[in-house]
């Protein structure tokens, strides 16, 4: 079992930054895949970034590309998303989520574990 805690959402400008953390319980944190997903207001949650379980595979949405960085660190088992020129439409809810199976997934249904989320707001 993981337990997942996001941190580092707010309110920030059109051009601003954020990093978002998520802190994770267990030992087996360095064996699994960590991904981010967000969520706007009355759309469905959607693929943002992923990272295998060493950090060095790393895929992310075209939307943000360029723009966020996944990383991670296995001693502080913590994953981060560095989240540059943010854009009024990268408000949303932003979950991280963990996969015992696989590697830097894009897929939603691949990951088991899920945290609470934090709400990133961007104004123009």
């Known amino acids: 079992q993981v337990q997942l805690v996001e941190s580092g959402g707010g309110l920030v400008q059109a051009g601003g930054s954020l990093r978002l953390s998520c802190a994770a319980s267990?030992?087996?944190?360095?064996?699994?895949?960590m991904g981010w997903f967000r969520q706007a207001p009355g759309k469905e949650r959607e693929f943002v970034a992923a990272?295998?379980?060493?950090?060095?595979?790393?895929r992310y949405a075209d939307s943000v590309k360029g723009r966020f960085t996944i990383s991670r660190d296995n001693a502080k088992n913590t994953v981060y998303l560095q989240m540059n020129s943010l854009k009024p439409e990268d408000t949303a809810v932003y979950y991280c989520?963990?996969?015992?199976?696989?590697?830097?997934?894009?897929?939603?249904?691949?990951?088991?574990?899920w945290g609470q989320g934090t709400q990133v707001t961007v104004s123009s």
């Open positions: 267990g030992r087996t944190f360095s064996t699994y895949a």
């Open positions: 990272c295998n379980w060493s950090g060095r595979s790393t």
């Open positions: 989520a963990a996969d015992p199976w696989g590697g830097a997934t894009v897929s939603l249904g691949a990951y088991d574990y």
